[in-house]
Each structure stands twice: as structure tokens, then as C-alpha cells.
């Protein structure tokens, strides 16, 4: 029964900036790290971003400089603040969490994502 809800997805001209969201619910008991990936038309998932409980970061390449993950812990709750967009980052983005439920089964789970157009 657990849950992880993207949002904040929509079309934008390039350079611009956008905010995206996931929240977890459910029967949490506790997250240790979260991330962001991203899956463009034809191409297979890739990895945006990831942090951890600590919020110990890690970036690829293409977003450093540009996109930054943050999380709000109390809220269950994981941000990806994107700067400078580029039509090359249009894709569909993913929720990913690695969480223990509160019958004490930790697993990985994935939202089911929110689309990002970026026009040229």
C-alpha cells in the first residue's frame, strides 16, 4: 500500500525552470534514500538524481549545475528544482524510493512519473 506521487510536470520553453515533487505515503516506516530518473521517448530509463536520508547527493553529469534534489524528510517528500531546461531534457520523470514499510519489508519503489516537454 505504499505510494509515491509525482507532480509538477508540464510543458516549458527552454531556459526555463520547473519544480518537480514526490511524496511517499502509505504504511512507511522509514526511507533511506530517494531519487529521480527520467525516461525520454524510445530511450530506457536513466538516472537524474539521488539522495539519501543524510542527503548525501549524486548528480549526472548532464544536470550538474543546473538541477538540484532536495527532500523534506518530515513530509516524506523529495524535490527536483530544474534550472536552464533544455529540449534534450524532455522526458518522463520517475519517482524512486528505497523504504521500509512498517511490517518491516524494505524494497524499492517507483511513482508512476510526470511528464516534462521542454520547447524549443
Known amino acids: 500500500q505504499v505510494q509515491l506521487v509525482e507532480s509538477g510536470g508540464c510543458l516549458v520553453q527552454a531556459g526555463g525552470s520547473l519544480r518537480l515533487s514526490c511524496t511517499a505515503s502509505g504504511s512507511i516506516f522509514s526511507i533511506n534514500a530517494m531519487g529521480w530518473y527520467r525516461q525520454a521517448p524510445g530511450k530506457q530509463r536513466e538516472l537524474v538524481a539521488t539522495i539519501t536520508y543524510g542527503v548525501i547527493t549524486n548528480y549526472a553529469d548532464y544536470t550538474v549545475g543546473r538541477f538540484t534534489i532536495s527532500r523534506d524528510n518530515a513530509k516524506n517528500t523529495m524535490y527536483l528544482q530544474m534550472n536552464s531546461l533544455k529540449p534534450e531534457d524532455t522526458a518522463v520523470y520517475y519517482c524512486?524510493?528505497?523504504?521500509?514499510?512498517?511490517?518491516?519489508?524494505?524494497?524499492?519503489?517507483w511513482g508512476q512519473g510526470t511528464k516534462v516537454t521542454v520547447s524549443s
Open positions: 524512486n524510493a528505497h523504504l521500509t514499510t512498517r511490517a518491516l519489508v524494505s524494497q524499492r519503489y
